[in-house]
C-alpha cells in the first residue's frame, strides 16, 4: 500500500499542540502496518461517505482527536484531523 495525506491534515497536524503530535506519530506506526489494526478503532463515518460517494474511515488518535481516511485500490489517503467536528 502506499500512504499519502492532503494539505489539510498535514496543516491541522502541524497546529495540534505537541503531546497530540507524538500521539499522531505514534498512531501512525501502527496505521502504516494496518489501518485497520484493532487499536486504531476504525471505523466507517457513514454521513461523510454518503456525501463523498466512497468509504470515509475514521481512526482514534486519543480521546477526542480523530484522523479520517479514505482507501483507493492500493492508496490509502489520509484526509483530515480534529476532534468530531470533521465529521460535519
Do not use: C
Request: aromatic share 12%; net charge positive.
Amino acid at each position: 500500500m502506499t500512504f499519502k495525506a492532503t494539505e489539510t491534515f498535514w496543516r491541522k497536524f502541524y497546529d495540534l499542540p505537541a503531546a497530540q503530535k507524538q500521539s499522531v506519530r505514534t498512531k501512525w506506526k501502527v496505521f502504516h502496518n494496518d489501518p485497520f489494526h484493532r487499536s486504531l478503532g476504525t471505523h466507517k463515518i457513514h454521513r461523510l461517505s454518503a456525501l463523498a460517494g466512497h468509504t470515509i474511515y475514521s481512526v482514534v488518535i486519543e480521546n477526542d482527536l480523530r484522523a479520517t481516511f479514505r482507501i483507493d485500490a492500493d492508496v490509502v489517503t489520509t484526509l483530515d484531523i480534529g476532534t468530531h467536528d470533521i465529521y460535519q
